[in-house]
């Protein structure tokens, strides 16, 4: 029951460098995106994907960049990592179209840190 | 304007009592779904409770309750019962019928009181 699987758990990165964190999910989702949590700011959406091929910006996009080559996949990158990107960082994905009852499916969370 | 609003940043209720966390939203689409997410100190979001713009009646699964009032635009969450297992974070969010998006609150938290 694997659902949505994001990698890694935890990480510290200095300032300038580049990573990816990893989403996968096995549900068949078309619905993928991204958010960060920062105390007192609730959940942000960065970027947002409803199909293969497919993305979007959300509220807070800058920085970081997405792509979606497969259903399964959501990878989210980070281009030169700031203090400012500091945070707790959500993968969920969820069934996408009219029904607005689907609900979003979220992965652990990865926390990172820039310094 | 924000989509989803939560006044209450923190909140204390003693165990066993009942508590009420307030969400007000914000939205001109008469398809929506609201929605609430438990966050323990252990970092996962859990679903609790779903409720439909045109359902009739509140949704309610086991000590979780939604006090759905269409016309104020809220949808407060009351859990009964309060356990300690119960201390967490909550947040409210919003699916808006042609929009993917979720909007979510920035959360409430909630300590439960022996």
């Known amino acids: 029951n694997a659902g949505v699987t994001q990698t890694p758990k935890f990480q510290v990165l200095k300032t300038g460098q580049s990573m990816t964190l990893q989403c996968a999910q096995d549900m068949n989702h078309e619905y993928m995106s991204w958010y960060r949590q920062d105390p007192g700011m609730g959940l942000r959406l960065i970027h947002y994907?409803?199909?293969?091929?497919?993305?979007d910006q959300g509220e807070v996009p800058n920085g970081y960049n997405v792509s979606r080559s497969t259903t399964e996949d959501f990878p989210l990158r980070l281009l030169s990592a700031a203090p400012s990107q500091t945070s707790v960082y959500f993968c969920?994905?969820?069934?996408?179209?009219?029904?607005?009852?689907?609900?979003?499916?979220f992965g652990e969370g990865s926390w990172l840190t820039v310094v | 304007a924000q989509k989803i609003t939560q006044t209450q940043p923190g909140m204390f209720v003693q165990e066993k009592e009942a508590v009420t966390l307030d969400c007000t939203y914000d939205?001109?689409?008469?398809?929506?779904?609201l929605f609430w997410y438990k966050q323990p100190s252990s970092g996962e979001m859990i679903f609790l409770i779903y409720?439909?713009?045109?359902?009739?009646q509140n949704a309610t699964e086991g000590r979780y309750s939604l006090n759905f009032q269409k016309a104020r635009k809220s949808a407060n969450l009351v859990i009964s019962a309060s356990q300690l297992g119960d201390s967490a974070m909550y947040f409210c969010a919003m699916r808006e019928g042609f929009r993917n998006q979720f909007y979510f609150g920035t959360g409430t938290s909630l300590t439960v009181i022996p």
């Open positions: 969920a994905s969820s069934l996408q179209g009219g029904a607005v009852g689907n609900t979003i499916y």
């Open positions: 939205t001109s689409d008469p398809s929506y779904g």
């Open positions: 409720q439909g713009s045109y359902d009739q």
């Open positions: 994907s409803v199909g293969a091929g497919i993305t």
